[in-house]
Antibody, heavy 119, light 109 residues
């Protein structure tokens, strides 16, 4: 069974940092591109960042570019999101999501981890 | 940036009725790159359709997708109680790589 489990969320002050993790199981993690997607309270979905299966290609939404860094460790079946210079508007549930093999949709999602940026 | 606009914002229907959800793109989108998701309160999104018209694994055949260019539709032929949720369309493009529509809430009338 495919499972994605996020962790690392919590309360952080504006300007602070946080590192999210996503532990993958039930599939060959190194074969799949991965993403982070967030959802502010009561709002819609926003794509945040993408990384290819081997980590050679990475992209970010303009809203987080220069502040967030995506990475992965295929030996540990894990995806990460380092978030620096956090702002109030980064408050959201953060989901990791797997890209369909050879496709463009997100076929599996974690349960999400809540990041709250507040003083 | 391609903007996806979903309509209506809220759809009030009864179980057994047909639901028709629209997703309109600001520029032409390849059908290959268009997907639909369902999200229930407190849950992660669930992939329903990819490639505009292909059902994801385990999705019942009362769900269907269609469309091309700038106009796409998700149809639920007979609403079941578990279908009341928020639905999002998504497209793959460039800068940003993926965008989502703002969502359509299907609520019980």
């Amino acid at each position: 069974e495919v499972q994605l489990v996020e962790s690392g969320g919590g309360l952080v002050q504006p300007g602070g940092s946080l590192r999210l993790s996503c532990a993958a199981s039930g599939f060959t993690f190194s074969y799949y591109s991965m993403n982070w997607v967030r959802q502010a309270p009561g709002k819609g979905l926003e794509w945040v960042s993408f990384i290819t299966s081997g980590g050679s290609s990475i992209d970010y939404a303009d809203s987080v570019k220069g502040r967030f860094t995506i990475s992965r460790d295929n030996a540990k079946n894990s995806l990460y999101l380092q978030m620096n210079s956090l702002r109030d508007e980064d408050t959201a549930v953060y989901y990791c999501a797997r890209v369909v093999y050879g496709g463009y949709a997100f076929d599996y999602w974690g349960q999400g981890t809540l990041v709250t940026v507040s003083s | 940036e391609i903007v996806l606009t979903q309509s209506p914002g809220t759809l009030s229907l009864s179980p057994g009725e047909r639901a028709t959800l629209s997703c309109r793109a600001s520029q032409s989108v390849s059908s290959t790159y268009l997907a639909w998701y369902q999200q229930k309160p407190g849950q992660a999104p669930r992939l329903l359709m990819f490639g505009a018209s292909s059902r994801a694994t385990g999705i019942p055949d009362r769900f269907s997708g269609s469309g091309s260019g700038t106009d796409f539709t998700l149809t639920i032929t007979r609403l079941e109680p578990e279908d009341f949720a928020v639905y999002y369309c998504q497209q793959f493009g460039s800068s940003p790589l993926w965008t989502f529509g703002q969502g359509t809430k299907v609520e019980i009338k």
